[in-house]
């Protein structure tokens, strides 16, 4: 999330960040917000309670992107249908790995290749349509802590870059698949 926060205060950066919403009442993720001055709220509850109360505040607030960062809940196809497009990053190249724990999952498989992806969220487990992914090699001698740091680096990189091309119209969902429309050539 800061990551993102860091990227919006570029006067050209096509975003900005308005809400922040927890599940939980510790997340850090608020406070760093607070101390931004980004609107931050815990919400308590599960399921459909939760979803409605946090629905309500992303319409309220006229939000028109929602940016997972840390969240680790299945959104049910009822809040995905009302809500505005939803990003999510994953510390693997998904489809591999999905779930908790993907770094040690590459780790225990054995990977040469690990890496992050950016995906549009749907109603499965890290599912949803891809739309940028990078690649971070495997050290023979890497822990499961040691790759989530290097994949870190990355996601801080990488995840702004997605919000970019939204925020700037460059994404189109095509099924299954993101296209990324290239710039348009300046004849001038």
């Known amino acids: 999330m800061q990551a993102i926060i860091n990227a919006s ?3 050209g950066f096509p975003a900005a960040v308005d809400l922040v919403i927890s599940d939980r009442e510790d997340a850090p993720a608020l406070e760093k917000a607070r101390r931004d001055n980004i609107e931050a709220h815990f919400i308590p509850g599960i399921g459909r309670e939760w979803e409605d109360k946090a629905l309500k505040l992303i319409e309220h607030n006229e939000i028109d992107l929602l940016c997972l960062a840390g969240f680790m809940r299945v959104l049910s196809p009822v809040f995905l249908k009302q809500a505005p497009p939803v990003m999510n ?3 693997s190249l998904l489809p591999a790995f999905p779930g908790l724990n993907a770094q040690k999952q590459a ?3 054995g990977v040469k290749v690990s890496g992050c992806t950016i995906h549009f969220v749907d109603s499965g ?3 949803g349509p891809i ?3 990078e690649e971070v090699r495997v050290a023979q001698d890497d822990s499961a802590a040691d790759l989530a740091e290097r994949i870190l680096e990355v996601e801080h990189r990488l995840y702004p870059r997605a919000i970019e091309l939204w925020a700037k119209g460059k994404l189109e969902v095509k099924g299954r698949k993101v296209e990324i429309k290239e ?3 300046n004849d001038g």
Request: hydrophobic share 35%; charged share 35%.
């Open 9 to 11: 205060r570029d006067p």
């Open 89 to 91: 990053i994953h510390p």
């Open 107 to 109: 780790l225990d498989y």
């Open 183 to 185: 710039e348009a050539e």
């Open 131 to 133: 739309i940028l992914q």
């Open 125 to 127: 487990v890290d599912s």
